[in-house]
């Protein structure tokens, strides 16, 4: 099983800003893209600081330690910009590099995705990685409904 980031932890993020965009990066370094509240794949460019990309800076790394039953994971997952590419604003002007390993030992490149896969399928991530504002506006939807059903 996953283990769970320590309560300190998670006592910061609840009461600081920001928690939408440590959820973004989370799913995009397990599983190469996040959502927004539409459920819209979110453009890379879109997913590097604000303040670095307005300094010209367009590269992005992720990384999260993990433990699954007996093994120790570090997963990374890094971007930047193409070879001459200064100033990148589709995903294809992007570079995306995976890296995986388990008990200190890098996992080739063919198999990182499926193993993450395997550990939590993207089909249940949502019941983990779930952004509160979309419980906010799912709230809001259902009392609207209820409102004009009356």
Known sequence: MMSALPARIWSQIVTLSGKTSIFNA?????????RNR?????????LINLNARDEGRFTATV???????????HLSRHLQPKTGIDKPTRDEDFDVELFL?????????????????E????????????????????????????????
Do not use: C, H
């Open 101 to 117: 390993t388990r008990d200190e030992i890098t996992l080739a490149q063919a198999g990182i995705q499926e193993l993450l896969n």
């Open 38 to 46: 539409y459920n819209l794949i979110i453009p890379l460019v879109d």
């Open 63 to 73: 990384e999260i330690k993990f433990q699954d039953e007996s093994s120790q994971y």
């Open 119 to 150: 550990i939590l399928p993207e089909s249940v991530s949502g019941f983990f990685f779930f952004d509160g504002e979309r419980l906010d506006e799912y709230e809001k939807l259902i009392m609207d409904n209820r409102t004009q059903a009356k």
């Open 26 to 34: 989370i799913t995009w370094v397990w599983y190469g893209a996040a």
